[in-house]
Nanobody, 127 residues
Framework: QVQLVESGGGLVQAGGSLRLSCAAS????????IAWFRQAPGKEREFVAA????????HYADSVKGRFTLSRDNTKKTVYLQMNSLKPEDTAVYHC????????????????????WGQGTQVTVST
C-alpha cells in the first residue's frame, strides 16, 4: 500500500511560482515512478510531469516544459514540483500518483499506469 499526500498549493499571481510536494508512505519509495496530473473545472484530468524511481529521468507535458521542474528526495520519500512563470491556465487541482506496477515500457503520461493517487491540492493563478 502507498499513501500520497500533496501540499504546497495556493493562490499566486500570474508570473509567480509555487512548489508542490508529494509525500509518500508505505512500500519502498525509490522503486516506483511518481507523476503529477491536474484537473481544471469542467475539463478532463491531464498529465503534467513524471519522474522515475531513481529520479534520473523526467517527462513533461508540452504545456509546462521549461516552466515546471520535477525532482525527488528518496530519503524523505517526497517528490517536488517546482512551478515557475505560472499562467492562469495552470489553475487546477493537482494530484500526484504512484506507478508501483510498471516493470518496463511505462507510459508515464497515461492515467492507467498509476495505481495510487493523492487527494490533490488546489493551485489558483490570478491575472
Amino acid at each position: 500500500q502507498v499513501q500520497l499526500v500533496e501540499s504546497g498549493g495556493g493562490l499566486v499571481q500570474a508570473g509567480g511560482s509555487l512548489r508542490l510536494s508529494c509525500a509518500a508512505s508505505g512500500r519502498s519509495f525509490s522503486s516506483y515512478a511518481i507523476a503529477w496530473f491536474r484537473q481544471a473545472p469542467g475539463k478532463e484530468r491531464e498529465f503534467v510531469a513524471a519522474i522515475t524511481g531513481t529520479g534520473w529521468s523526467t517527462h513533461y507535458a508540452d504545456s509546462v516544459k521549461g516552466r515546471f521542474t520535477l525532482s525527488r528526495d528518496n530519503t524523505k520519500k517526497t517528490v517536488y514540483l517546482q512551478m515557475n512563470s505560472l499562467k492562469p491556465e495552470d489553475t487546477a487541482v493537482y494530484h500526484c500518483a504512484a506507478d508501483t506496477a510498471c516493470g518496463g515500457n511505462c507510459k508515464y503520461s497515461a492515467e492507467y499506469e498509476y495505481d495510487y493517487w493523492g487527494q490533490g491540492t488546489q493551485v489558483t493563478v490570478s491575472t
